[in-house]
């Protein structure tokens, strides 16, 4: 049995509030007779850094991987996912750049649904999978018939939107310093 990180309450919460809390302290920095670059500058970065960390609330769970499935915990419930639901897991995808992101089938809604999970650092550095994402890709290719890594998301894409959306922000950070 698998579990996902003890600090994902960080992770979902202290993060974007924290955003929220530079924009609003370089919204009240506006209103001095200091340089406004500076201001600007808050303002940017935490504009910025709630563009990326948006959906963590809303998508960001515990989880627990069994032999039976996925167990995603959220606030008064708990949801068992059997492997042969996931459609697949990727590291590194754009809606939770450091997380890991699960797509997967909904069978009582009827709907697919990504769901992340904070990876545990005791295995897995950089690009490679962490054990417990290692494992649900070992139980996902044999429980699930129409898993194909092929449906996989690109990571090289994703990164490459993640610039993308850090060019702007580097271009005023530089332009206002």
């Known amino acids: 049995m698998y579990k996902s990180s003890p600090l994902t309450p960080i992770f979902k919460y202290v993060f974007p509030i924290g955003s929220l809390v530079i924009i609003i302290a370089g919204i009240l920095k506006?209103?001095?007779?200091?340089?406004?670059?500076?201001?600007?500058?808050?303002?940017?970065?935490g504009l910025w850094s709630m563009l990326?960390?948006?959906?963590?609330?809303?998508?960001?769970?515990?989880?627990?991987?069994?032999?039976?499935?996925?167990?995603i915990s959220e606030t008064s419930k708990k949801i068992l996912v059997s492997y042969k639901d996931i459609e697949w897991t990727t590291k590194f995808h754009f809606l939770s750049p450091w997380f890991v992101t699960i797509k997967y089938y909904d069978n009582k809604s009827g709907k697919h649904k990504l769901?992340?999970?904070?990876?545990?650092?005791?295995?897995?550095?950089?690009?490679?999978?962490?054990?417990?994402?290692?494992?649900?890709?070992e139980k996902i290719a044999?429980?699930?018939?129409?898993?194909?890594?092929?449906?996989?998301?690109?990571?090289?894409?994703?990164?490459?939107?993640?610039?993308?959306?850090?060019?702007?922000?580097?271009?005023?950070?530089?332009?206002?310093?």
Request: glycine share 6%; aromatic share 10%; hydrophobic share 40%.
């Open 142 to 177: 044999t429980e699930n018939p129409n898993y194909s890594k092929e449906n996989v998301p690109s990571k090289t894409k994703n990164i490459l939107l993640l610039i993308a959306a850090f060019i702007p922000f580097a271009a005023l950070f530089i332009y206002m310093g």
């Open 115 to 137: 769901v992340s999970f904070a990876p545990n650092k005791k295995g897995g550095t950089g690009s490679s999978d962490d054990a417990m994402t290692h494992y649900i890709n």
């Open 52 to 71: 990326l960390m948006h959906r963590l609330p809303l998508i960001l769970k515990n989880i627990t991987a069994t032999e039976d499935g996925l167990v």
């Open 30 to 45: 506006l209103n001095t007779p200091d340089d406004p670059s500076f201001a600007t500058t808050y303002i940017i970065a």
